[in-house]
């Protein structure tokens, strides 16, 4: 076992004590009635929220405080809001994320938008299923650094106990606690904020969902029918109104987990990825999960390049001929499609109009007002 799925399965198993309270066998709490006012657009149902950390506004402005708080990187130079931005969809605009120490990351960074209805976090990792669990890979991995905490988990805390104004944000959010500066309400106030990063009014949204005839170009509307159509599939991997198969909401019974080899690369003409970085297989050490990473959602996708969990793909434009061809790596290379990837990626034609069209259906998926919405921005910002 390789020194990285070392640190993986240490991450994950002081995640797992701390959301089981450290080993003890104690009752799943009941949930409590959803009172919060989420705010969702219309046609999004209620995202689920884990039973012990009910929504309420204090928990959330909590949460977006600390987002934007650079404390929470060991040399205090990055927050989470450093590789996540606002205007970019929650991305960072980098092919390749940056860690707070300077270390470059293998993979690019996902953005937030309606997180709080995937069913997996991260590009490949099956386990991290809840926004209190994925928390601690950042402000504690190792390989990469992020934020850079690694094992020093108490002098994370002892700086946040240190400033008296934050201290009283967290009393009000964690009412009843002894100490209400703990990692598990660190990591439950910035779940909270992030389950609000809920994004539904794009132009599309107001065709679809509000009867507006005319938020859609005809050059979109005909985008939209390509999309939706058997003959390019797009619609089997970016489903639902979350444009993502892998989602889930408060009414799902048995969410779904989806991973999928979009014949990205094909290394030895089996199938193969490059080695520092096959995808889900590096976990799970199954032949069928080569290649395999999550979807993300399209919406805002217009804004969130470069493309593909490597950012190897520099604009729509691109990724749609990486799709025609079959894969990137059939577009690069010639050959047969391989052998590992997806079912619904095997090529198709387009007109220049086509492809026009489809594009103008995919930038008909931004949010602009989700892009600037001041409950999502950084609280630290000057005016």
């Given at each position: ?43 999004f149902p209620k995202p689920r929220v884990p039973a012990d950390n009910p929504m309420t506004e204090a928990k959330v402005e909590l949460g977006r405080h600390l987002f934007y708080d650079t404390r929470l990187s060991l040399n205090g130079t990055q927050s989470c809001g450093s ?160 444009f993502l198969d892998a989602s889930a909401t408060s009414l799902t019974a048995t969410p779904v987990q989806a991973f999928h080899n979009t014949g990205l690369y094909n290394e030895d003409g089996q199938g193969a990825y490059p080695a520092e970085d096959p995808g889900v297989i ?102």
């Amino acid at each position: 076992m390789t020194s990285r799925m070392h640190r993986w399965m240490g991450v994950v198993t002081t995640a797992a004590l701390l959301g089981a309270g450290c080993g003890d066998s104690k009752p799943e709490p009941e949930p409590e009635p959803d009172t919060y006012d989420w705010q969702l657009p219309m046609g999004f149902p209620k995202p689920r929220v884990p039973a012990d950390n009910p929504m309420t506004e204090a928990k959330v402005e909590l949460g977006r405080h600390l987002f934007y708080d650079t404390r929470l990187s060991l040399n205090g130079t990055q927050s989470c809001g450093s590789c996540h931005f606002q205007n970019l969809a929650f991305t960072d605009g980098r092919k390749n994320a940056l860690g707070s120490t300077g270390e470059v990351h293998r993979r690019n960074a996902q953005g937030l938008i309606n997180v709080a209805y995937a069913t997996s976090l991260t590009w490949a990792n099956p386990s991290l299923t809840t926004l209190e669990l994925q928390a601690l890979t950042p402000l504690f991995g190792k390989e990469p650094v992020e934020l850079g905490f690694g094992d020093r988990q108490e002098e994370l805390l002892e700086r946040l106990r240190s400033d008296v104004e934050l201290v009283s944000r967290f009393a009000e959010a964690f009412p009843g606690e002894a100490e209400p500066v703990s990692l598990a309400s660190l990591t439950r106030a910035l779940a909270s904020f992030q389950r609000t990063l809920i994004s539904g009014n794009s132009p599309y949204d107001r065709y679809v969902y509000r009867g507006e005839a005319g938020a859609l170009s005809p050059a979109a509307v005909r985008g939209m029918d390509l999309f939706m159509s058997e003959r390019l599939e797009c619609n089997h991997c970016h489903s639902g109104f979350n444009f993502l198969d892998a989602s889930a909401t408060s009414l799902t019974a048995t969410p779904v987990q989806a991973f999928h080899n979009t014949g990205l690369y094909n290394e030895d003409g089996q199938g193969a990825y490059p080695a520092e970085d096959p995808g889900v297989i590096e976990l799970t050490g199954q032949r069928e999960d080569m290649g395999r990473f999550r979807a993300s959602s399209l919406r805002n996708i217009a804004v969130t390049a470069p493309y593909m969990h490597d950012g190897s793909i520099a604009t729509l434009s691109e990724v749609i001929d990486h799709y025609a061809a079959g894969g990137k790596a059939r577009l690069r290379q010639g050959g047969p499609l391989s052998p590992m990837q997806s079912g619904f990626v095997r090529g198709f034609t387009l007109t220049e109009q086509e492809k026009a069209d489809l594009l103008a259906f995919l930038e008909a998926l931004t949010d602009t007002e989700f892009l600037s919405n001041p409950r999502f921005s950084d609280p630290f910002a000057s005016p």
